[in-house]
T-cell receptor, first 114, second 114 residues
Framework: SAVISQKPSRDICQRGTSLTIQCQVD?????MFWYRQQPGQSLTLIAT?????????ESGFVIDKFPISRPNLTFSTLTVSNMSPEDSSIYLC???????????FGEGSWLTVV | KQEVTQIPAALSVPEGENLVLNCSFT??????LQWFRQDPGKGLTSLLL?????REQTSGRLNASLDKSSGRSTLYIAASQPGDSATYLC?????????????FGKGTKLSVIP
């Protein structure tokens, strides 16, 4: 099984600033994903983090707002840029086992923008 | 610490059958409960979100129920189709100790046989 370490676990951010969330997997995985859960809403996929190429973004999410890096098969970052209070959410990193049979989750990063 | 258990781990049914997936959680002080499906190589797709004050939610052939007091939720799929084949995940959102924490079950892998 894989273990995902995500940090920060929690942060309070000033409006207009940017924050980068890190996701570290303890084994090599092919697929990594980033999600957002805003208060009272369901978990929503932001993008698929592709190793060595640009992330694949879902409708409603753009690279300028949520730049993602995936330099290797064990690490990814999500940056929330120019934050506003509407960006206050839980951000979650996930990875899929290479066999496709198991999904692993980080513990989430709870961001509050003030 | 919240624990989420899904039973069964795998399920195979013939097309057209109705089926029930089970999810149980140890701490009933949840904010909401969500059901997702995961297709290999793709991110989670949100199916249903049940707030802690609700008893059930319906979407098409899917019906999810929530019994907070007993720490249980079920996902009912009517008239199953081969396209329903996927892994189904249950997740609870906790708001204890002033923080938000998403906890996922390990999923039920569903195969619908044509």
């Amino acid at each position: 099984s894989a273990v995902i370490s995500q940090k920060p676990s929690r942060d309070i951010c000033q409006r207009g600033t940017s924050l980068t969330i890190q996701c570290q997997v303890d084994s090599q995985v092919t697929m990594m994903f980033w999600y957002r859960q805003q208060p009272g809403q369901s978990l929503t996929l932001i993008a698929t983090a592709n190793q060595g190429s640009e992330a694949t973004y879902e409708s409603g999410f753009v690279i300028d707002k949520f730049p993602i890096s995936r330099p290797n098969l064990t690490f990814s970052t999500l940056t929330v840029s120019n934050m506003s209070p509407e960006d206050s959410s839980i951000y979650l990193c996930s990875a899929e086992s290479n066999s496709g049979n198991t999904i692993y989750f980080g513990e989430g990063s709870w961001l509050t923008v003030v | 610490k919240q624990e989420v258990t899904q039973i069964p781990a795998a399920l195979s049914v013939p097309e057209g059958e109705n089926l029930v997936l089970n999810c149980s959680f140890t701490d009933s002080a949840i904010y909401n409960l969500q059901w997702f499906r995961q297709d290999p190589g793709k991110g989670l797709t949100s199916l249903l979100l049940i707030q802690s004050s609700q008893r059930e939610q319906t979407s098409g052939r899917l019906n999810a129920s929530l019994d907070k007091s007993s720490g249980r939720s079920t996902l009912y799929i009517a008239a199953s189709q081969p396209g329903d084949s996927a892994t189904y995940l249950c997740a609870v959102l906790d708001t204890g100790a002033g923080s938000y924490q998403l906890t996922f079950g390990k999923g039920t892998k569903l195969s619908v046989i044509p």
